[in-house]
């Protein structure tokens, strides 16, 4: 009943910019934590960045300074801004929420994945 729509990846030159969004598809209640995660290839997946409901982040140190993690709380939607994108950033990019639903239930959903290439 609640999806996770991910866009916004793509082939990008090392030193470029991309921009992720990841928005639900469905009404909401709340949205306790929103995150990106990463996984390459012959990799486990990481967290990349968090934004919880008060707003407060967390990245990991490798992207910290390089990628910003915001919110549309109107729109359901979290979007990370790659800046200063490395080779090493390439992986499959996906989105995770803690949302609440207007039964009052929470549940966890991941996004699909997209993948980011990064070119050297």
């Known amino acids: 009943q609640v999806q996770l729509v991910e866009s916004g990846g793509g082939l990008v030159q090392a030193g470029g910019s991309l921009r992720l969004s990841c928005a639900a598809s469905?009404?909401?209640?709340?949205?306790?934590?929103m995150g990106w995660y990463r996984q390459a290839p012959g990799k486990q997946r990481e967290l990349v960045a968090a934004i919880t409901s008060g707003g407060s982040t967390n990245y990991a140190d490798s992207v910290k300074g390089r990628f910003t993690i915001s919110r549309d709380n109107a729109k359901n939607t979290v979007y990370l801004q790659m800046n200063s994108l490395k080779p090493e950033d390439t992986a499959v990019y996906y989105c995770?929420?803690?949302?609440?639903?207007?039964?009052?239930?929470?549940?966890?959903?991941w996004g699909q994945g997209t993948q980011v290439t990064v070119s050297s």
């Open positions: 469905r009404r909401i209640f709340s949205i306790n934590a």
């Open positions: 995770n929420a803690d949302l609440v639903l207007t039964t009052g239930n929470k549940y966890n959903y």
